[in-house]
């Protein structure tokens, strides 16, 4: 899964960027009232445990 994919799909679990950094942006999930990084490189491909544990605490999973 890219990291665009990832971006996706939080946006329509409602999560919403808290704040911006140089490679990563904190984004925050009104479903588990968690901030968590997301990488900033849309292009490239999330590591499968990345991927599992921004969808667990994005609530997603």
């Given at each position: 899964?890219?990291?665009?994919?990832?971006?996706?799909?939080?946006?329509?679990?409602?999560?919403?960027?808290?704040r911006?950094?140089?490679?990563?942006?904190?984004?925050?999930?009104?479903?588990?009232?968690?901030?968590?990084p997301?990488?900033?490189?849309?292009?490239?491909?999330l590591?499968?445990?990345?991927?599992?544990?921004?969808?667990?605490?994005?609530?997603?999973?």
């Amino acid at each position: 899964m890219r990291v665009s994919e990832m971006k996706r799909m939080l946006r329509s679990a409602k999560c919403i960027i808290s704040r911006e950094g140089a490679n990563h942006e904190m984004w925050y999930s009104p479903i588990t009232g968690k901030h968590f990084p997301v990488p900033r490189h849309n292009s490239q491909e999330l590591m499968r445990g990345t991927a599992e544990k921004i969808m667990k605490d994005a609530g997603l999973k």
